[in-house]
């Protein structure tokens, strides 16, 4: 395996602790990559300070994409291409089109939220998962630290994670 | 709004001052809306002929034709300027009890969920039910003495056989619409609302004095309860109150749709009783996450109202049956189409509006757009509301005029006067709610 990443993984066993070790460590000039927990805790996201998901953006970009071609569809096949009066109707029937113009939207906008999470999650087919620890989906909450990002060294780095309550502070390499 | 967390349910119990400058602020309103009101009607009976004049000159033109569900059309030789007044109080008075109910409506719901998040907010739409007891004489009366006036079904000589205005398809719906049983429905209708919004209220403020949890079961018993009757009695009222206006004309998605006008409406004055009580220093423990909350209610629900219009228009349209595609020509084509503006406007102010605006999380968070869109949500259903009613009862003699505005300056400073009044009646927070403490600490 080239090696090129390298982490030091801490190891917390309660998640106030590790809440409070996030801002501790922080206020030490430690650049934290991410803390993996079992369930979802109040306020980690800001405490690490990760920015924003953009996820919303994208999704509403998506569903704009579904809009328009099932806009463009329908247009295309019942207006310009093969005109057909139905129930009397005008060739540009919008209401009859608005149930099928908004199923487009909901599945432009699901697809495209689902391959967004699994882009940036990196879980195309094939990818090996980073994993730090098995334990984080059972009973402990990991910190994970960059060394390339970091300019402290491995055995600072590593005592600052033990006095902010680590249980053990672990290597790893991908 | 990090002051909270020296906030603890044993040491704070705050009350709201309704103080004379207000108490003189909002009289003053309704007063101008009596004084408008008063000019309009002095002025309805002077200006009316012209414009009935006119009117008649455009029907003939068009050969008599008649884009009308509802009742003018059947008497317009008749046609008396004053009742533009009944019918405008009518409306106002079905549009204000219908936010009043949504505030029990919305306590019952949230008690029936045993929601937290909300029990910092529950007083504000629990006060609201108490201006049932002002929209409940006004209706009674209105429909006692006008009844005639609104609704088509009462006009005299329509179901007997030997009269000259006989008309067969509502002579088939006497059973239903008659003057006893419409009266025996209106009474247990507010009845049935008003006596469980004062069980529900009587242990809410119980609770305060008692605490223990036993209150909390009993108002869950009362809310479950409310729940099953207002999901009777939201689609008797829309039936009765107003889609029996076009007695001709009826619409199985109507119950549900009155329903989700009042439903957006209500929970958009919540949200507004909320900010302003926030920005005159009162209720500073609601935090923005409960603030996002309630966007996120008025958010969906007002894509609910849109779906249930939406779904009642294109069944219409699709299907293109005479009997039910007249309500919506008649709105948007008929009477000199005085009411197609509305129809625009329905459906921009209600839908597209909302739904833009508080589309993003930072909008839901942000008091300002909150506050712009309760505004437009609540004036767009009182603009649903108007083109539900109108069309069938006052037809080509409608429009925007001093009536309109004073009736509802008049009923929405009534609203303000008596909901403030009932605020101060207890304290804002529930004190000792079993969730208050996880309401305190909601985040999202």
């Known amino acids: 395996m080239n090696t090129t990443e390298k982490y030091l993984v801490g190891v917390y066993d309660d998640e106030d602790e590790v809440l409070h070790a996030v801002t501790e460590v922080k206020g030490k000039g430690v650049k934290i990559e991410e803390v993996y927990t079992p369930f979802p805790i109040h306020g980690l996201d800001t405490a690490i300070g990760h920015p924003r998901t953009r996820i919303p953006i994208a999704a509403f970009l998506f569903g704009l994409t579904g809009l328009t071609c099932a806009q463009f569809l329908i247009n295309y096949t019942m207006v310009f291409d093969w005109p057909m009066i139905i129930g009397g109707k005008d060739f540009f029937a919008l209401p009859d089109w608005i149930p099928v113009t908004f199923e487009g939207t909901v599945l432009f906008t699901a697809f495209g939220m689902v391959f967004t999470f699994f882009v940036s999650n990196s879980l195309w087919p094939g990818k090996t998962p980073k994993t730090f620890d098995l334990r984080s989906t059972d009973d402990k909450f990991i910190m994970t630290i960059n060394m390339g990002t970091n300019k402290k060294s491995e055995a600072e780095i590593e005592e600052i994670l033990k006095a902010s309550g680590a249980i053990e502070v672990n290597v790893k390499q991908f | ?444």
């Open chain 2, 1 to 444: 709004m990090a002051g909270h967390s020296h906030f603890s349910p044993a040491n704070v119990e705050e009350f709201y001052e309704f103080t004379p400058e207000a108490r003189k602020r909002v009289i003053t309103a309704m007063i101008i809306g009596a004084v408008l009101l008063g000019i309009g009607v002095f002025f309805l009976g002077s200006g009316e002929h012209e414009a009935a004049h006119a009117v008649a000159g455009h029907a003939a033109e068009h050969g008599g034709e008649h884009l009308s569900g509802g009742a003018v059309s059947h008497h317009e030789t008749s046609w008396n300027p004053l009742n533009r007044l009944w019918v405008n109080l009518w409306m106002n008075g079905v549009f204000f009890s219908g936010i009043a109910v949504i505030g029990m409506f919305f306590v019952a719901v949230q008690y029936l969920a045993k929601a937290g998040w909300s029990s910092v907010v529950k007083r504000i739409p629990e006060a609201f039910p108490k201006f049932l007891y002002f929209t409940f004489p006004v209706l009674l009366l209105l429909f006692v003495f006008k009844g005639d006036v609104i609704f088509h079904w009462m006009h005299h000589g329509i179901t007997d056989p030997a009269s000259e205005h006989y008309d067969k398809i509502i002579a088939g719906k006497k059973g239903y619409l008659n003057f006893t049983f419409f009266l025996v429905r209106l009474v247990a209708i507010f009845t049935v609302w008003i006596v469980l919004w004062n069980m529900m209220r009587k242990k809410s403020i119980e609770e305060d004095l008692n605490g223990g949890t036993q209150n909390f079961f009993d108002m869950v018993r009362i809310g479950t309860g409310f729940v099953v009757a207002m999901g009777i009695s939201s689609s008797l009222s829309a039936w009765d109150w107003v889609m029996s206006i076009d007695t001709h004309w009826f619409s199985t998605m109507f119950g549900w749709y009155m329903f989700s006008s009042w439903h957006v409406t209500g929970l958009a004055t919540i949200t507004l009783t909320v900010l302003f009580l926030k920005d005159k220093g009162y209720m500073q423990y609601v935090s923005d996450s409960h603030l996002h909350d309630l966007g996120k209610f008025m958010f969906a629900f007002s894509i609910f109202w849109t779906y249930v219009w939406f779904a009642q228009f294109l069944l219409i349209y699709y299907a293109n049956m005479p009997e039910e595609t007249i309500y919506f020509l008649e709105r948007w084509e008929g009477h000199n189409k005085v009411y197609k503006a509305v129809e625009i406007l329905n459906v921009f102010m209600n839908f597209f509006f909302p739904f833009l605006i508080m589309m993003t999380r930072d909008a839901k968070r942000t008091p300002i757009f909150l506050k712009i869109c309760c505004f437009f949500v609540i004036v767009g259903h009182y603009l649903d509301f108007y083109q539900m009613i109108m069309p069938g009862t006052v037809g080509p003699h409608g429009g925007f005029g001093l009536v309109e505005f004073g009736s509802v300056i008049l009923f929405a400073s009534a609203f303000v006067y008596v909901v403030s009044t009932e605020l101060t009646k207890a304290s804002l927070v529930a004190k000792n709610h079993p969730f208050l403490e996880e309401s305190l600490h909601h985040d999202i």
